[in-house]
């Protein structure tokens, strides 16, 4: 009897690691009650050629979150708020699930701040919740972001209808190391920032990181497969996505991912090493990336 207990014990235990194996970590992210996930589902392909269909894209969702994916990135111009739409419906019927859901906005209105309350209210009807867990200013220009109008509108949510203040920032700024956005975030309440950051395009290791630690400002980072390019055997980027200094360092750090079996893996690690950000924003068109990407640590 004791040893049939014994084994009962090494049985559920084992089981128990097997389950952790597979499921994500969680971070913790300021003026957030529920970690996120350290992968956040991007939506940004939900209604392209390989997820066409709701029932498609909802088999997608509730894999993700069997695989502890609990954090999900939208727009309110992704496929004209559809991807808002879609997401919205995933919440209502996984209302007992501690889901967490980033949003950006402006674009759709050109950063006007006389159509910005209608714009947040529109992203909560989509999404079908009372608050946004975290509203993104949209990758919008200098200009735009140093609108004090725009920020009285998006503080007077705070903590009302919008948990917490996002910057995505324009990858054009990597490029001309501009980081007057970044330096402004505290001045508008802001405490997350969202930069494009991979192998290929590595630009924010500069300063970026340093200035975003001084702020104490958490840090998601996107694209981290150069949106699949890194996977390809014929590699061809576009002039955005390079610089001349770091061409031939960039395709000597690729050559060295392929040789390993879980490439996808190895990128995510590195970038989640380099960047130290609390999560990754990927796009995955199917079942099987979902599960391949789930086993990061």
């Given at each position: 009897?004791?040893?049939?207990?014994?084994?009962?014990?090494?049985?559920?235990?084992?089981?128990?690691?097997?389950?952790?194996?597979?499921?994500?970590?969680?971070?913790?992210?300021?003026?957030?009650?529920?970690?996120?996930?350290?992968?956040?589902?991007?939506?940004?392909?939900?209604?392209?050629?390989?997820?066409?269909?709701?029932?498609?894209?909802?088999?997608?969702?509730?894999?993700?979150?069997?695989?502890?994916?609990?954090?999900?990135?939208?727009?309110?111009?992704?496929?004209?708020?559809?991807?808002?739409?879609?997401?919205?419906?995933?919440?209502?019927?996984?209302?007992?699930?501690?889901?967490i859901v980033a949003t950006k906005i402006g674009p759709s209105i050109n950063f006007s701040p006389k159509k910005l309350q209608l714009s947040i209210d529109n992203c909560l009807k989509r999404l079908k919740v009372d608050v946004l867990?975290?509203?993104?200013?949209?990758?919008?220009?200098?200009?735009?972001?140093?609108?004090?109008?725009?920020?009285?509108?998006?503080?007077?949510?705070?903590?009302?209808?919008?948990?917490?203040?996002?910057?995505?920032?324009?990858?054009?700024?990597?490029?001309?190391?501009?980081?007057?956005?970044?330096?402004?975030?505290?001045?508008?309440?802001?405490?997350?920032?969202?930069?494009?950051?991979?192998?290929?395009?590595?630009?924010?290791?500069?300063?970026?990181?340093?200035?975003?630690?001084?702020?104490?400002?958490?840090?998601?980072?996107?694209?981290?497969?150069?949106?699949?390019?890194?996977?390809?055997?014929?590699?061809?980027?576009?002039?955005?996505?390079?610089?001349?200094?770091?061409?031939?360092?960039?395709?000597?750090?690729?050559?060295?991912?392929?040789?390993?079996?879980?490439?996808?893996?190895?990128?995510?690690?590195?970038?989640?090493?380099?960047?130290?950000?609390?999560?990754?924003?990927?796009?995955?068109?199917?079942?099987?990336?979902?599960?391949?990407?789930?086993?990061?640590?």
């Amino acid at each position: 009897m004791i040893i049939l207990l014994f084994d009962c014990c090494i049985l559920i235990i084992q089981i128990i690691q097997i389950i952790k194996y597979f499921i994500l970590k969680n971070n913790k992210l300021n003026k957030l009650d529920v970690k996120v996930s350290n992968l956040c589902l991007g939506t940004d392909n939900f209604f392209s050629e390989k997820l066409k269909t709701k029932k498609k894209i909802f088999r997608l969702l509730d894999t993700s979150v069997s695989y502890g994916y609990n954090f999900f990135d939208t727009a309110e111009s992704y496929s004209d708020g559809l991807c808002e739409r879609v997401l919205g419906e995933f919440l209502i019927k996984n209302k007992h699930k501690k889901l967490i859901v980033a949003t950006k906005i402006g674009p759709s209105i050109n950063f006007s701040p006389k159509k910005l309350q209608l714009s947040i209210d529109n992203c909560l009807k989509r999404l079908k919740v009372d608050v946004l867990d975290i509203c993104y200013f949209h990758s919008g220009s200098n200009k735009k972001f140093l609108n004090d109008d725009f920020w009285n509108i998006m503080n007077k949510n705070l903590n009302q209808k919008i948990k917490v203040l996002g910057l995505s920032l324009q990858s054009k700024y990597l490029h001309d190391k501009d980081y007057i956005q970044i330096k402004n975030c505290k001045k508008y309440n802001i405490s997350l920032v969202n930069l494009l950051f991979n192998p290929v395009f590595p630009q924010a290791e500069n300063r970026f990181f340093s200035i975003l630690k001084e702020n104490k400002l958490d840090l998601i980072t996107r694209v981290p497969f150069a949106r699949g390019d890194l996977f390809k055997n014929d590699i061809k980027f576009k002039k955005n996505e390079l610089t001349e200094v770091n061409i031939t360092e960039a395709f000597n750090r690729i050559k060295k991912f392929k040789i390993y079996k879980n490439m996808n893996l190895n990128i995510l690690n590195w970038v989640q090493k380099k960047s130290k950000c609390k999560s990754i924003v990927l796009g995955c068109s199917s079942i099987k990336q979902i599960k391949e990407n789930a086993i990061l640590k």
